[in-house]
């Protein structure tokens, strides 16, 4: 069993997407899969984030979340090539001699501000017997050497399948679980954890491990985004501005599919151009959860895609949840703006209206 190494002194690949920034604290959805991918990591390929280790240092590949985070709930899937207990995996020293590692292990670890939260893997020792069979060892440990391990059995696969991990951390509390066809709870243990950082996945020397389908959900205080100016203001900028884009714009109309989507208000916006994004900013009009919107809290940011006039899109519902999922928005005739919402069977339209309207003007 490999104990007691701390990541920072290894060879570590991170990455980080951003995302919408959320006024208030608001669920974050991220997921990586076949079809959208593994580009936040560094061993990405098509079927996932591989990392055969052929080198004599730990390989950590991880993903940073743009913001300090709190209430992380991770999913994955694992799979370890090299999992047969008590065989021999080569490796190769710096000066390419070749050498070999029996039960070599493999990971994952959870990032806080302060501490490193690792979860250590290893093929069971043991030959087989005929009281014996092939099994996984768990050990959890972090920085203030805390330890715990498990020997994971029954309904964990050891050889060349996937096994399903599920990590949960909210209220002080971190639940593990894993299993190749259903979870189970492996460990459950108090943690005094305020914000989590990020999370990646690591292979010791011999290891050969496939990370895929992974999904995280957190909870986030990011920075405010509030206006600096008062609507006179607004109104004299967005006269001088060249940017099409850049106005008042309000509700037009909307096809929903109630029972997936509901509208949340009749508002009116502003939008400014914030780099090469646009930030729709909230001015009124807010009907559900009224007293938790502000004018210039963000309500949708368009990020720009590879096609002119097509933007990913990232909206704030009425609680101040972010929705991100494959939305899509189109400019139109008319000073319009279509957005697209695939997974709730759902659209509607943005109207601008002229600046010299101000910011009271709604529509349904």
């Not at 017997?129 to 959890?140: E, G, I, M, N, W």
């Not at 986030?220 to 001088?240: G, M, R």
């Not at 368009?302 to 949840?321: C, N, Q, R, S």
């Not at 929705?323 to 279509?338: F, P, V, Y």
Request: proline share 4%.
């Amino acid at each position: 069993m490999i104990s007691g190494f701390r990541f920072p002194l290894f060879t570590i690949f991170c990455a980080c997407s951003l995302l919408m920034e959320a006024q208030d604290v608001g669920n974050i959805n991220y997921h990586w899969n076949k079809g959208r991918g593994y580009n936040s990591f560094s061993h990405a390929t098509n079927e996932g984030i591989a990392i055969n280790n052929l080198t004599d240092s730990l390989i950590l590949d991880c993903f940073n979340f743009p913001e300090p985070s709190t209430d992380l709930k991770l999913s994955f899937r694992l799979k370890n090539n090299n999992g047969k207990p008590n065989k021999g995996y080569p490796y190769y020293s710096p000066e390419g001699d070749k050498k070999s590692v029996k039960n070599p292990f493999y990971g994952f670890i959870i990032i806080t501000e302060t501490d490193t939260l690792a979860f250590t893997l290893n093929p069971h020792e043991e030959i087989y017997t005929q009281d014996s069979q092939p099994a996984v060892r768990l050990k959890f440990t972090d920085n203030n050497q805390r330890t715990i391990e498990e020997t994971l059995r029954n309904g964990i696969s050891t050889i060349g399948n996937d096994n399903i991990w599920s990590v949960s951390l909210s209220d002080n509390l971190l639940s593990l679980y894993a299993g190749d066809k259903g979870l189970k709870e492996i460990m459950s243990i108090p943690l005094n954890v305020s914000l989590f950082s990020g999370f990646g996945f690591f292979a010791g020397w011999g290891s050969d491990i496939v990370v895929s389908d992974i999904s995280a959900t957190v909870s986030q205080y990011p920075e405010t985004t509030t206006l600096s100016n008062n609507i006179e203001d607004l109104q004299s900028y967005f006269k001088k501005s060249k940017d099409n884009m850049e106005g008042y714009w309000t509700l037009f109309d909307r096809e929903l599919e109630e029972t997936l989507l509901k509208t949340g208000g009749d508002y009116t916006l502003a939008c400014i151009k914030d780099g090469e994004e646009y930030l729709f900013l909230y001015l009124d009009g807010a009907i559900v959860n009224k007293d938790k919107w502000k004018p210039g809290d963000i309500k949708i940011k368009l990020i720009p895609t590879p096609f002119e006039g097509i933007y990913y899109v990232e909206w704030h519902d009425a609680m101040k949840d972010i929705l991100s999922n494959d939305i899509k928005a189109q400019t139109g005739e008319g000073n319009t703006l279509l957005i697209q919402f695939p997974y709730q069977s759902s659209k509607l339209r943005l109207r601008k209206i002229s600046p010299s309207s101000g910011g009271s003007t709604s529509t349904g």
